[in-house]
């Protein structure tokens, strides 16, 4: 389900769109050649989109159109999809997903002034000599992000590109400095009516008499709308005192009906569609007589604008068409709610077809469409986006469906705002189980289990999960139960068991296309630290990237980092930060991803532990804590908490862990389920730590036999393994080598390194030891393997690579099609690729080489091979 395409189509000219006006399309053009800003602004009726047309179609090949159709209802969010859409014919470099700065600006605030910078920048950077950007009805724009973005622009566009304000009544915009300072040519009611000669002119042509004709001007007082109707009535028809709006519904439904009864018909019942083409009448339930309505629409006249030419169609006047469909309101309500549902069903933009629905009086269809495509309109919209349409609904009907109580809980999981999603979820199941829906039910508590775990409120999570056994479910159901038993399991510290439960949901995820499901089953640092992780993860991953196709989506980011912690956990250290780099990549091109950030500020901070870079990642854990989303609640923080205190200890910062430690004991007095029978010491490997830390040997050895006596329980980040060596270490050092030997053993039987990470330079020594015949051979092998792969390498200052190097063999083939004049769109025919990856491509060559613009490139680019100074290096 995408943006309709008309609303980025300019309208097409057309034989007596409008009397030839050349002193009015002079000052259109004196306008666009000397101000920055044009605003027309009239009310209905008089003639604003067909004068643009006319101005527009004189402009020459040299100046680039984007033109957008806003509509009643349309907000920030929708009119960046327009702007995008509308803009992609000229390839823009962005340097940030269009998608990323539209999710970036709906979050408001400083975000929408800095999402209009950066597309003002990426503009400025076309390959286009001069540009006119229309907003044709910018009154529709009634919030205030849309006011603050276009404020912006109107403030900081530059005058190679003009802006295009088509209104009914003056915008809510900051326009009285551009006034004062020239920049701003205002076209009013009084330039765009029609002078009296005028109108006597088109009188006489249409055969009226003299008097008829002086008087006609009086009537209308040049009112373009109301010339054109009066012209239109039968001849020696009395015509009224004065046109006005009001006259003229009154006058419009005249005409409609003196039309032949079957045009009268068609026009009456495609009211309800937005735009008419023959394929879109016809699936309305018209029949074959369509094409020659419209062509008889056509040339009839009948405020009717021509918006494409393949297929060819039409957009009735919005004056006309609401009096149209008024009248099929009146007359037939029955067939007018019924084909407002069937032309929902044939829309493909979201919210026409909720608008649709909502006028049909089928708030609860229009609920459960927006349910079944909510992982769609995710990719689309956002999560930003997704909330906006739940929005439009009415306030009681909202807080009485349950689907729309499921679609906001959707959109707040993915923001991390996990109490309103809950929420939001024990609303829907309530509901559902008070009409009897078993599945929709099934499907919320699912769904709630998981939040309720994020929460930390694991028994009523348990409770939930008891009634939905996976193996006696089917398809999303049996997902969604499986996941929940693996966040279960993780959280409760039943660490053996999330292995085993994650690859059943990877075998059933692998019996589904669906993005939306393999999002969510995406697996956390802390999940893939859990043993025998390793093989299901990379299962895991590669379904995913299948799923995932050529398609650039912020999901392919959640991939990424998930692999990049898969390889770190199993020690493989460069490939670990080759998917970190590629993960922060794809997050610095789709804008702020909070769960990318969160998640490489904390792989960073341990590869610069095991760098010895102490301060560095101790400050990274102090970030990462400082930045923790309040939605997620007091459970994520203690977490977090724990994750930084584990890396204090790691780095011998005494001071820190026992900040850290009192931190998690003052929020673990809020978390009922903290402390439960699978985790009964969650604090003891850390105060071993700190034993160690003071000097306290003997508490510490005490400690970590304890911890290792709790078994699986104690082992959150792999903190089992850590706990064997530490135990081992200090052993050693009271000369009991058996006993350290038999302390070490287990850690070295899994096949990677895991919880060790936390303590690289104490494995190296561990290595070192002359172990006898104490430990297996096999084990004692693994270990030095570990040991030689995390060695810390000398550090060497790389000369920097030759700009060519640093394009990858994918980049150096778009850059040389973009040097032969192709555009974004023939790249990705050209490469077998997808737009948008195409973009992505153009973003990182232009980043990698320090440019600003295709031009930019494609000059490097034949420069270089000019040069011939490295033959073959840009193959």
Same mark, same amino acid.
Request: proline share 4%; glycine share 8%; hydrophobic share 50%.
């Given at each position: ?66 033109? /957008? ?45 800095? /999402?209009?910078? #950066? ?26 992000? +849309? ?123 495609? +009211? ?82 909720? &608008? ?118 089917? &398809? ?63 299962? !895991? ?17 959640? #991939? ?74 007091? !459970? ?77 329980? &104690? ?55 002359? !172990?006898? $015949? ?39 083939? /778009? ?16 490469? $077998? ?29 034949? +420069? ?12």
């Amino acid at each position: 389900m995408a943006l309709a395409h008309t609303k980025t189509r300019a309208p097409q000219p057309r034989e007596g769109l409008l009397l030839p006006r050349p002193g009015l399309l002079a000052q259109v053009e004196r306008a666009l050649a000397e101000q920055r800003v044009l605003l027309i602004n009239a009310p209905a009726g008089y003639g604003k989109t067909a004068l643009l047309t006319q101005a527009l179609a004189a402009r020459g090949r040299d100046t680039a159109i984007a033109w /957008v159709a806003l509509d009643e209802g349309d907000d920030l969010g929708r009119l960046l999809d327009c702007l995008f859409a509308a803009f992609e014919p000229f390839d823009p470099p962005w340097r940030t997903a269009p998608e990323g700065l539209r999710d970036a600006a709906l979050r408001g605030g400083g975000e929408i002034t800095a /999402v209009a910078d #950066a597309m003002l920048n990426a503009l400025e950077a076309c390959e286009v000599e001069r540009g006119l950007i229309v907003l044709d009805d910018v009154h529709h724009l009634q919030d205030a992000a +849309s006011v603050q973005f276009l404020d912006r622009w109107l403030a900081r566009m530059g005058w190679r590109w003009r802006l295009v304000l088509s209104a009914r009544h003056e915008p809510p915009l900051r326009l009285a400095r551009l006034r004062a300072t020239g920049e701003l040519a205002d076209l009013g009611p009084a330039e765009l009516a029609l002078a009296r000669d005028e109108v006597e002119r088109l009188a006489h042509t249409a055969g009226l008499d003299g008097e008829a004709a002086a008087g006609l001007y009086e009537r209308c007082q040049g009112w373009p709308a109301g010339v054109r109707l009066v012209l239109g009535m039968k001849q020696g028809q009395r015509l009224p005192a004065a046109i006005d709006r009001a006259t003229f519904d009154y006058l419009a439904a005249e005409v409609l009906d003196r039309l032949d009864a079957g045009l009268r018909g068609f026009l009456l019942r495609s +009211s309800v569609l937005y735009e008419l083409d023959v394929a879109r009448c016809q699936a309305l339930g018209e029949g074959a007589h369509v094409p020659g309505w419209l062509a008889e629409i056509e040339r009839l006249s009948l405020f009717v604008t021509v918006v494409d030419l393949a297929p060819h169609t039409l957009r009735l006047h919005q004056m006309f068409r609401n009096m149209l469909r008024q009248r099929l309101r009146q007359e037939q309500p029955d067939v007018h709610r019924e084909l407002l549902e069937r032309a929902a069903m044939l829309e493909t933009d979201a919210m026409r077809r909720q &608008g649709l629905l909502l006028a049909a009086g089928r708030p609860e269809r229009a609920a459960e469409l927006l349910l079944a495509d909510g992982a769609l309109l995710m990719n689309q919209l956002g999560a930003q986006g997704l909330l906006d349409l739940t929005r439009r609904f009415d306030a009681g009907f909202a807080d009485t469906n349950a689907e729309l109580h499921r679609v906001k809980a959707l959109a707040l999981w993915v923001l991390w705002e996990a109490q309103q999603a809950e929420w939001h979820l024990s609303r829907a199941e309530a509901l559902f189980e008070a009409r009897g829906d078993d599945a929709g039910l099934r499907a919320s508590r699912a769904h709630r289990s998981i939040l309720l775990i994020a929460q930390g409120r694991l028994k009523e999570a348990e409770a939930l999960l008891r009634d939905l056994d996976p193996f006696a479910l089917s &398809g999303e159901l049996r997902r969604m139960s499986l996941l929940g038993r693996t966040w279960h399991a993780l959280e409760s510290c039943r660490f053996d068991a999330v292995a085993p439960l994650f690859e059943a949901l990877v075998a059933e995820l692998e019996q589904s296309t669906s993005l939306e499901a393999w999002y969510t089953g995406s697996p956390a640092p802390r999940q893939i630290s859990c043993a025998g992780m390793a093989l299901p993860v990379d299962r !895991w991953y590669r379904g995913a990237m299948q799923v995932l196709g050529d398609r650039a989506l912020p999901f392919g980011v959640n #991939a990424h980092m998930a692999q990049a912690w898969n390889l770190f956990w199993q020690g493989r250290l460069p490939d670990a930060r080759q998917w970190l780099a590629r993960a922060e990549s794809d997050a610095a091109w789709f804008g702020r991803l909070i769960i990318a950030r969160n998640h490489g500020q904390a792989l960073h901070a341990m590869l610069d532990l095991i760098a010895g870079q102490h301060d560095s990642a101790l400050e990274l854990m102090r970030l990462r804590l400082a930045e923790h989303v309040p939605g997620y609640g007091i !459970w994520g923080e203690w977490h977090a908490t724990f994750f930084m205190s584990r890396m204090a200890a790691a780095c011998g910062n005494r001071a820190a862990l026992t900040e850290g430690l009192a931190r998690l004991a003052r929020l673990g007095a809020d978390l009922n389920d903290l402390v439960m029978p699978y985790r009964p010491r969650p604090l003891l490997g850390l105060q071993a730590q700190l034993a160690a830390l003071e000097g306290r040997r003997a508490d510490a050895i005490a400690a970590w036999r304890g911890l290792l006596a709790d078994g699986e329980s &104690g082992d959150l980040l792999g903190q089992l393994a850590e706990a064997r060596l530490l135990l081992a270490e200090a052993l050693l050092e009271q000369s009991d080598r058996a006993g350290a030997a038999q302390a070490l053993a287990p850690a070295l039987a899994r096949r990677e390194p895991g919880g060790l990470m936390w303590v690289v330079p104490r494995l190296l020594r561990v290595a070192g030891e002359d !172990w006898g $015949d104490l430990l297996d051979t096999g084990d004692l092998a693994r270990l030095r393997g570990w040991a030689d792969a995390l060695r810390p390498a000398t550090q060497e200052v790389l000369p920097v690579a030759p700009a060519d190097e640093r394009l990858s063999q994918r980049e150096a083939e /778009v850059i040389a099609q973009i040097a032969a004049g192709a555009s974004n769109k023939h790249i990705a025919r050209a490469l $077998d690729l997808s737009p948008h990856t195409v973009k992505r491509h153009v973003a990182n060559i232009l980043d990698k080489l320090g440019l600003n613009s295709r031009g930019e490139a494609a000059a490097w680019w034949n +420069s270089q091979r000019q040069a011939a100074t490295r033959p073959g290096a840009l193959g």
